[in-house]
């Protein structure tokens, strides 16, 4: 079996319900199933670029988020990283990891120029 030390991961736009200015003390069930979609996402996408290779990485592995978002309206950066915890952990699942190593944690945004927006991931060494 091979190794690899990083993954270069596209995921899906965050759903809405995930955001956290968006709950507005709504109960935690509303938005369950959409947490159960996003932890399934990072973990299928993941899975599938790893394939049959194991990922090995120090302590702290590096990761870069970048939202491409749908659109050019602006968006608070700490609130899309919150909201795409879920996905963060699927992630983690699929290497078998913990996501604590995930260090630093890089954030940057842009615009998708097809209008539907997504996430790029770069874990490791990319």
Not at 3 to 25: I, Q, S, Y
Not at 97 to 124: M, N, S, T
Request: hydrophobic share 40%; charged share 35%; proline share 6%.
């Amino acid at each position: 079996m091979s190794e690899v030390t990083g993954l270069a991961l596209l995921l899906p736009w965050p759903d809405m319900r995930l955001m956290p200015n968006r709950k507005n003390g709504r109960h935690w069930g509303g938005s369950q199933s959409a947490k159960e979609q996003a932890r399934r996402d990072g973990r299928v996408v993941a899975v599938a670029e790893l394939g049959r290779r194991r990922f090995i990485g120090s302590d702290r592995i590096p990761v870069k988020v970048t939202f491409m978002s749908p659109d050019r309206r602006g968006r608070d950066l700490d609130n899309l990283l919150a909201c795409i915890k879920p996905q963060i952990d699927g992630i983690a699942k699929a290497l078998g990891i913990d996501d604590r190593r995930f260090r630093p944690l890089v954030v940057d945004d842009g615009v998708d120029p097809a209008k539907r927006g997504y996430l790029k991931i770069k874990v490791g060494d990319v």
